[in-house]
């Protein structure tokens, strides 16, 4: 393509009228966070087709796409949704992993992040074993719950396109986010909890070890 | 944001980083290459236009009639105000159109939309693969959403077996699942029965239905006094309307016949392995 890349909606246009190449472009622009989208709902086996076929069924439902509106979050939702509907065992499979050298602890980072953590769940996260604690949790909220996350935080869509995205009013993406973030430290907290318990009975069998000793 | 996220939000930020995010296509492929040889390969122009239905600002709670242009073809639509219908929509394979009731929109396309592929991987909570949101209890239920949740009360269907609670529909959604109950068998993922609720109003979200193929019959029927629609024969693709006007292409993994019909401010439905006979008792239990 030649000079200045096309807009989204001039791509939409084309498109709309067919050439699949403009299509071609836009879904260049937008697989990576398609799929990572996918992978947030759904989880890795079904991240790739879930994004492929959203991107299909995104092409067929051009003629109903507003013109003025952006394409993005429009397609996130379509994305999302699709991975929603391919989501099969979601406990099973539907989890986030944690990158391979991530999964080490990031000393670094940590050390400066949990300064003031002293006794909050969220400190907890970030000890020792914060990342795995962490993602744990995340994995068991609900898929939605994990969107608003993914697109808050690590896709930093602003909150028009996240409520776009989710189809929601704009008005409610913030108390939504709060709510998704209280069950997220709820669910920290119970896993600490039951964390002390595990440490507790550990430390009672060792004593018992130790009398029988 | 309240404050007291502050921690957690600053955690989760940095968090993006660590997490073991798929490249787009995989290993030796690009996705958008495999997207776009699909498109050329179904010459998957975009199949109909139901411009129209922005337009379209009120839609009251009577049946009406309603025609549109649908990709070149131009097109009929059949509907009376009142009484019964059927439209064979093999017999008119070139025509394609919409009905609608308050908050739902039934859409024929002249073609198909693909079947579903059946559900697979282990077994899970009954009507799982669904995609209806979170398993509730009825009491749960109840309290997720902004009205009285409805369900059928005859004694052949009894009590659902697991219930879900989603809020993809602003209000919420409801849904019952059932497996099999004697005189309804059960498809491929166990499920018989399937009662879906939620509240539509106007200019908000719709639910838009898309019908289609051959065999597929739509006709109007009353539910206690109040419009609906039995449609039976098709596998069927739901497309979500947000409040931003904007349509959301969405399957559901189920296709047995459908009974869609007004309650009030609410839409109800009812899908599953069942006669029509057997819908219109279903649904004249509801209460």
């Not at chain 2, 193929?213 to 539910?223: L, N, Q, S």
Request: include cysteine; aromatic fraction near 6%; charge should be positive.
């Amino acid at each position: 393509m030649e000079g200045r890349p096309l807009e989204d909606t001039e791509l939409v246009r084309l498109a709309r009228r067919g050439d699949v190449g403009a299509y071609e472009e836009l879904v260049r622009r937008y697989q990576e966070i398609a799929v990572r989208t996918a992978y947030v709902v759904a989880g890795a086996a079904e991240a790739q087709d879930a994004a492929q076929e959203a991107f299909v069924k995104a092409y067929r439902a051009l003629d109903r796409f507003r013109d003025d509106a952006p394409f993005r979050p429009w397609l996130l939702r379509i994305v999302a949704n699709e991975a929603i509907n391919r989501r099969r065992s979601a406990r099973r499979q539907a989890g986030l992993a944690l990158r391979a050298a991530a999964a080490a602890v990031d000393g670094a980072a940590e050390g400066r992040l949990a300064d003031d953590a002293a006794p909050s769940p969220e400190g907890a996260a970030l000890a020792q074993e914060g990342r795995r604690e962490l993602i744990a949790a995340i994995n068991e909220l609900r898929p939605e719950d994990r969107l608003l996350i993914a697109y808050r935080y690590w896709f930093e869509l602003t909150e028009a396109e996240m409520a776009a995205a989710l189809g929601c009013p704009t008005g409610t993406v913030k108390s939504r986010s709060s709510r998704a973030l209280a069950r997220l430290r709820a669910t920290l907290e119970r896993s600490r909890d039951a964390d002390e318990v595990g440490r507790e009975h550990r430390g009672a069998l060792r004593s018992e070890e130790a009398i029988d000793g | 944001m309240a404050e007291r996220f502050e921690q957690l939000e600053r955690v989760l930020g940095a968090f993006g980083r660590a997490i073991d995010f798929p490249a787009a296509g995989g290993a030796g492929t690009d996705l958008a290459s495999s997207v776009a040889s699909r498109l050329r390969a179904e010459r998957a122009v975009p199949r109909f236009s139901v411009r129209g239905l922005r337009s379209r600002r009120t839609l009251g709670p009577v049946v009406r009639p309603a025609w549109h242009t649908v990709a070149a073809a131009s097109l009929v639509i059949l509907l009376a105000a009142a009484g019964t219908l059927s439209f064979s929509a093999s017999a008119r394979d070139a025509v394609a159109g919409w009905l609608g009731l308050r908050g739902v929109h039934i859409t024929i396309v002249p073609s198909p939309p693909p079947p579903s592929p059946p559900p697979s991987g282990p077994s899970t909570p009954l009507g799982s693969d669904l995609a209806l949101g979170q398993a509730v209890t009825l009491e749960q239920a109840q309290q997720l959403v902004g009205y009285r949740v409805l369900r059928p009360a005859i004694a052949a269907l009894g009590q659902p077996d697991v219930v879900y609670e989603s809020s993809s529909v602003e209000g919420g959604l409801v849904s019952m699942v059932y497996g099999a109950r004697r005189g309804i068998a059960r498809q491929a993922d166990g499920v018989a029965v399937l009662f879906v609720e939620f509240r539509a109003r106007l200019e908000r979200r719709v639910l838009l239905e898309k019908f289609a193929g051959p065999g597929t019959t739509i006709e109007a029927v009353r539910v206690n006094g109040e419009p609906g629609f039995w449609l039976s024969g098709a596998p069927h693709e739901l497309v979500f309307r947000g409040p931003d006007g904007q349509d959301i292409p969405e399957s559901l993994r189920l296709a047995g016949n459908v009974l869609v019909w007004e309650h009030r401010d609410l839409v109800l439905r009812l899908e599953g392995n069942l006669t029509k006979a057997q819908a219109l008792r279903i649904a004249g239990s509801v209460r």
